[in-house]
C-alpha cells in the first residue's frame, strides 16, 4: 500500500508543479511534511484513483500526444507491461489492446495501427524476450525528446499496467526500464 501512496504524493507534486509553473512559484514548499495534513482524506485513496489521475493528466494533454513518436513508445510500453512475467495469455493480450483502443488519448490514431503496433511488440516479446525487450526498449527511448510525451509514455503504461487492480514487481520493473530509456528518474513514479 505504501508504495500507492508515494506514488499519489509525486504524482500530486507533479500536478503542482505543473500547475504553478507560471505562477511566479507560489505554492512552493507546501508540499513537504508540514503540508502533509491536506491529503488526509485521499491517503486511503485506491490504485483505482491513482489510475483516475494518470488518465486525466494524459487527458489533460491530450492535444500536445499526436506524434507517431508518442504512438509507437506506448504501444511498446504497453508490450512490455503486458508481457512483463515473460508470458501473455491470449486473454491478457485481449484485454490490453481493449485498454488501449478505448483510451482517450490513444484515439488520436488509428485503432488498427495502435493494435498492430502492440501486437508487433508482444510477438516478439514471446518469441525472444530478451531480444524482444531491447527492440521495445528502444522504441521507448525515441520518445525522450519531449519530456512531456515522455512522462506520458509512462503514464500510459502505468494506466494499462494497474487497469487490473494489481501492480505486479515484474510490471514495475517494465516501467523503471522504460523511465531509464526515457531518462526520467523512476522515483517520479513510485516505481
Not at 18 to 44: E, F, I, L, V
Not at 144 to 151: D, V, Y
Request: aromatic share 6%; proline share 4%.
Amino acid at each position: 500500500m505504501a508504495m500507492w501512496d508515494k506514488i499519489k504524493d509525486q504524482a500530486k507534486t507533479f500536478q503542482q508543479s505543473q500547475g504553478t509553473r507560471g505562477a511566479g512559484g507560489s505554492g512552493q514548499g507546501s508540499h513537504g511534511p508540514q503540508g502533509g495534513g491536506r491529503s488526509g482524506s485521499s491517503s486511503g485513496g485506491s490504485k483505482a484513483q491513482l489510475i483516475g489521475m494518470f488518465k486525466s493528466q494524459l487527458a489533460s494533454a491530450k492535444n500536445e500526444l499526436k506524434s507517431g513518436a508518442y504512438r509507437d513508445a506506448s504501444m511498446a510500453m504497453c508490450a512490455l507491461v503486458a508481457a512483463a512475467d515473460g508470458r501473455v495469455e491470449p486473454s491478457e493480450r485481449q484485454r490490453v489492446e481493449e485498454l488501449i483502443v478505448s483510451n482517450e488519448v490513444l484515439q488520436n490514431f488509428p485503432a488498427d495501427q495502435l493494435r498492430q503496433r502492440f501486437n508487433q511488440h508482444v510477438d516478439r516479446l514471446i518469441a525472444n524476450f530478451e531480444q524482444g525487450r531491447a527492440e521495445a526498449l528502444q522504441v521507448i527511448a525515441k520518445a525522450a525528446k519531449k519530456p512531456a510525451e515522455a512522462r506520458a509514455v509512462v503514464q500510459t503504461g502505468m494506466v494499462v499496467a494497474g487497469a487490473d487492480g494489481t501492480f505486479e514487481p515484474s510490471e514495475q520493473y517494465a516501467i523503471r526500464e522504460a523511465c531509464t530509456a526515457l531518462g526520467i528518474p523512476p522515483t517520479e513514479f513510485g516505481v
